[in-house]
């Protein structure tokens, strides 16, 4: 069951990452982000005021259960992290082709790998690692593949950026297996909706505090939103902004619901996670007509084999 929860999540990340192609295209990226959060944490403000009102019963599918300062602690910490990686991974995406963007994200599974073995000592069978290894050569070659566009990834900002946003992703996947974790095991055992709408309201919040920082103090001399100094691009809303959020959202809810299903792997379930790469670049290629389409197809079609290895390996 989880393995599918992590395909189905997989596909709404694709969207995800398409939706927020479009939204940051020649846009603002901090008032997107910000904005971005808001609408995923009105998702699940009735449960969390409704819970501590006593309005919903601990049997309704609204009820979120409460935690102790330390879970609130080990909650506000995810959210520091995953805002970090997307601050970064928003800014990158903006200038990166999504042919580019998706094999780069699509590293994100090594580091968490590395990291269950290390930490979790998660174990995969010969399929799983049939799977891994598949999957990692072919977003190996369709890294290189994209150098003919004229990219150098040593000396491009927005790749450090993207490399950096996969670093503190791959941080916060692991984390997260640790935050599902019964005790028993060495993990926080904390509720999988506690922690996905607690996480969304901190993370708003923060977010609440850059948009001030880094865009209003800036403009506050202005007389408009869209006064852009210091370089940057206006801000102009977008109904892909608010799809962002409900393609994210429901991402999340397959992926929380599958690390928190008996026997789960956090190696494979963020493995299959980045095959939302097919997705992104399927709009790459055919909306966005972007280049060198038939190494990176040949290279995709390997990804999409190494997930059906996993999901083999799962059975």
């Known amino acids: 069951m989880w393995i599918v929860l992590a395909f189905i999540s997989a596909c709404l990340l694709g969207l995800y990452d398409v939706c927020k192609k479009k939204a940051l295209t020649g846009n603002a990226v901090i008032p997107v982000l ?51 990686s997307w601050i970064c991974g928003y800014y990158a995406i903006r200038r990166l082709p999504l042919t580019i963007a998706g094999p780069i994200n699509a590293s994100r599974p090594v580091l968490v790998l590395l990291g269950a073995i290390i930490c ?56 997260d ?79 929380f619901y599958a690390l928190s299903r008996p026997g789960a792997l956090v190696a494979v379930v963020s493995m299959v996670r980045r095959g939302s790469v097919l997705v992104s670049f399927a709009f790459g290629a055919l909306m966005l007509r972007e280049r060198n389409l038939k190494a990176k197809g040949l290279d995709l079609a390997l990804v999409l084999l190494g997930m059906v290895l996993l999901y083999i390996g799962t059975r």
């Open 120 to 175: 979790y000592g998660e174990r995969l069978n010969a399929w799983q690692w049939g799977g891994v290894t598949l999957t990692l050569f072919s977003l190996f070659l369709l890294s290189r593949s994209s150098r003919k566009e004229g990219i150098r990834f040593g000396h491009n900002r927005h790749i450090l950026l993207l490399a950096t946003a996969a670093l503190l992703g791959a941080a916060s996947g692991l984390y």
């Open 34 to 84: 910000w904005i971005n959060t808001l609408i995923c944490t009105a998702f699940f403000l009735p449960s969390i005021i409704g819970s501590a009102a006593g309005w919903w019963s601990p049997t309704s599918v609204l009820y979120l259960p409460g935690g102790t300062w330390q879970a609130h602690g080990q909650v506000a910490l995810k959210a520091c992290i995953v805002l970090a």
């Open 177 to 255: 297996k640790y935050l599902m974790m019964p005790v028993s095991a060495g993990g926080a055992q904390l509720d999988r909706l506690f922690v996905q709408g607690w996480y969304n309201l901190y993370q708003a919040l923060l977010m609440g505090l850059v948009f001030v920082w880094a865009w209003w103090m800036p403009r506050r001399g202005k007389h408009t939103l869209r006064a852009a100094p210091h370089g940057d691009t206006i801000f102009s809303w977008r109904t892909e902004i608010l799809l962002i959020s409900v393609f994210l959202t429901a991402a999340d809810l397959a992926y």
